[in-house]
């Protein structure tokens, strides 16, 4: 399924000298093999950036914009194949690839219009008959660097706002989502953008990573990704000054007040928390809810996460789909059986889904008496855990909440305009829902705060991460 693909340098597919084999989380055997990067094909992808820099920066905001909008219009015409792309690699069921791609081209025609805005300023110098003007520059090479739980938005998120600045790309998809990263740079072709103005090439780190962040042309790295691989990010960044922006792992509390309307809670509570079998940053991890309303919400969660179709993400009755990959199945099992070791009560799921003879299936689990210390808890569980606490008190529950070290989105359900406003103000997140998940629209700048992250994504704020400012001082 990757023969018409590769690496994407200087304006050409290219097959490369070596490849890997990308697997399927469902069935658990070979997709296709894929090119990989050598370090001179990373280089060669750099120098193809660099070649690009100055007629993409000198094409103008108007007609990237146009550009932006050509890739749009393509990317609409493909979202079958990108749809199925996205399933086959990951499992997520049809209609949340679907939805993932609509997303995506939307952030193309969001930054095609902000390409069109991107303002300075004119400032009144003290000096007599001077001026101050403060521009935006597009800030240089970019390298894009994004996960495999979402491997068409994050790709865009980085790809589209660089554009719209005036910055060429050198991007490195995860090694395991690959396909619908090229399908996404095999659109940009329509967009007629100067060769080398977006690049990507897939492989170790040591033959992609290493020559972007040891390259001082790249002078821009986004991330999304882990925490610790954001840590060393930032230190690798620092050899040669490179600005960076990232959004990393969350561990989102959720608060459902003695107030919440608790059918449109669960609504909505369930499917966010087991979409993409709850490998999503933003999902819920931690949920609080009121004694009033405890024993209820856990049995309705309970039964509902039992009632979801689990399979392969290209059969539509499907509703959740497998993990990634052996790795991240072994990781979750831990999670729960420490989680049951520790006092907590297995509501539902709880075990690698018997009924499946291949793939990373595993039951949608729901954990009620959870404590704060317990590692379901304390540290983002990243798979299909609903992790379910009680309380009482409201200044108590607001702590609990912001008691972690990451700070990427938190929720509340109320129904009450006082009280949300409180959880707001109080809660520490770069993100905050309100009887609401839908916090990923391109108008809106995501990302968060403390460990989960630097920068936004979405926006006006998203393109700023791609700019310079230069300021200048006229006299006469």
């Known amino acids: 399924m990757y023969q018409e693909f590769g690496l994407f340098i200087a304006g050409n597919w290219e097959r490369g000298t070596t490849a890997a084999t990308v697997m399927s989380p469902v069935t658990e055997t070979p997709l296709g093999d894929v090119a990989t990067a050598t370090a001179a094909d990373t280089a060669a992808a750099i120098d193809a950036a660099a070649s690009a820099l100055t007629p993409l920066r000198e094409m103008g905001g108007f007609a990237r914009a146009d550009a932006l909008h050509r890739i749009a219009d393509e990317m609409s015409a493909r979202s079958n194949e990108a749809a199925r792309m996205i399933s086959a690699e990951t499992g997520k069921p049809l209609v949340q690839s679907g939805r993932e791609w609509v997303l995506s081209i939307d952030q193309f025609r969001w930054y095609a219009e902000e390409a069109r805005r991107i303002y ?111 840590q060393q990010m930032i230190r690798d960044a620092a050899e040669t000054v490179k600005k960076v922006s990232m959004e990393l792992g969350g561990n ?34 931690r949920f609080f809810v009121h004694d009033s309303l405890y024993d209820r919400f856990v049995s309705e969660f309970a039964k509902r996460a039992a009632a979801l179709k689990l399979g392969d993400g290209l059969d539509d009755a499907s509703e959740m789909g497998p993990l990634i990959n052996a790795g991240r199945m072994t990781e979750v099992d831990a999670i729960v059986q420490d989680a049951v070791a520790a006092g907590a009560k297995l509501e539902a799921g709880g075990k690698p889904a018997p009924e499946f ?120």
């Open 120 to 230: 300075g300023r004119v400032v009144e110098s003290r000096v007599p008959g001077g001026r101050f003007e403060i521009t935006k520059e597009a800030v240089g090479i970019v390298g894009a660097f994004t996960a495999w739980n979402f491997p068409a938005s994050l790709p865009a998120r980085k790809i589209a706002p660089a554009l719209a600045a005036g910055c060429p790309v050198v991007l490195r998809p995860s090694s395991q989502t690959p396909g619908v990263a090229m399908v996404m740079v095999d659109c940009i072709r329509a967009g007629d953008l100067p060769d080398g103005a977006v690049n990507l090439v897939v492989g170790s780190t040591a033959d992609t990573y290493n020559p972007i962040m040891a390259d001082p042309r790249v002078r821009k790295v986004s991330l999304t990704g882990s925490t610790r691989v954001g």
């Open 252 to 285: 989102a509390p959720c608060i459902v007040f003695d107030d919440a309307d608790l059918d449109a809670t669960l609504d909505v509570c369930v499917p966010s928390k087991f979409g993409n079998a709850g490998q999503v940053c933003v999902t819920p991890d």
């Open 357 to 476: 003879n291949a793939g990373h299936f595993y039951e949608p689990t729901v954990l009620s008496n959870v404590t704060d210390d317990m590692r379901v808890f304390a540290k983002e569980n990243f798979g299909p855990i609903a992790a379910i606490s009680r309380f009482s008190d409201v200044d108590e529950v607001l702590a609990r909440a912001n008691a972690s070290t990451m700070g990427l989105s938190a929720y509340a359900f109320t129904r009450s305009p006082e009280r949300a406003r409180l959880a707001t103000a109080t809660l520490k997140a770069g993100m905050v829902g309100i009887n609401s998940f839908a916090l990923a629209a391109s108008e809106a700048p995501f990302g968060g705060t403390n460990y989960s992250g630097l920068g936004r994504e979405g926006g006006t704020e998203g393109i700023e991460d791609y700019l310079e400012t230069k300021l200048s001082q006229i006299v006469f």
